[in-house]
C-alpha cells in the first residue's frame, strides 16, 4: 500500500518555475514507477511525465519536453516535477501516481493517486 501526498502547487507568473514533490508513505516506494498527470475543469486526466522504479528512465508529453523535469530520490520516498517557463496553459491540478514498476501515460493503469495540488499560472 501506498499514499502519496503532492505539495509544491500555487500561484505563479508566467515565465516562472515551480518544483512540485510527492511524498509517498509505505515500504516499496522503490518498487513503484511514478508519475504526473494533471487535469484542467472538464478534461481527462493528462499525463505530465513519469519515471521508472529505479530512476534509470524518464518519459514526457510532448507539451512539456525540455521545460519540465521529473525526478525521485527513493531515500526519501519523494518525486519531484520541477517545471521551468511556465505558461497559463500548464494551470491544472496535478496529481501524482503510482504503479508497480514502470510509469504508463494512462491514467487507469495507476492504482495510487494523490491529492493533488493547484498550479496556476497568471500571463
Known amino acids: 500500500q501506498v499514499q502519496l501526498v503532492e505539495s509544491g502547487g500555487g500561484l505563479v507568473q508566467a515565465g516562472g518555475s515551480l518544483r512540485l514533490s510527492c511524498a509517498a508513505s509505505?515500504?516499496?516506494?522503490?518498487?513503484?514507477?511514478m508519475a504526473w498527470f494533471r487535469q484542467t475543469p472538464g478534461k481527462e486526466r493528462e499525463f505530465v511525465a513519469g519515471v521508472r522504479y529505479d530512476g534509470g528512465a524518464t518519459y514526457y508529453a510532448d507539451s512539456v519536453k525540455g521545460r519540465f523535469t521529473i525526478s525521485r530520490d527513493n531515500a526519501k520516498s519523494t518525486v519531484y516535477l520541477q517545471m521551468h517557463s511556465l505558461g497559463p496553459e500548464d494551470t491544472a491540478v496535478y496529481y501524482c501516481?503510482?504503479?508497480?514498476?514502470?510509469?504508463?501515460?494512462?491514467?487507469?493503469?495507476?492504482?495510487?493517486w494523490g491529492q493533488g495540488t493547484q498550479v496556476t499560472v497568471s500571463s
Open positions: 501516481a503510482g504503479r508497480w514498476m514502470v510509469p504508463t501515460t494512462t491514467a487507469n493503469n495507476y492504482g495510487y
Open positions: 509505505g515500504r516499496t516506494f522503490s518498487s513503484y514507477g
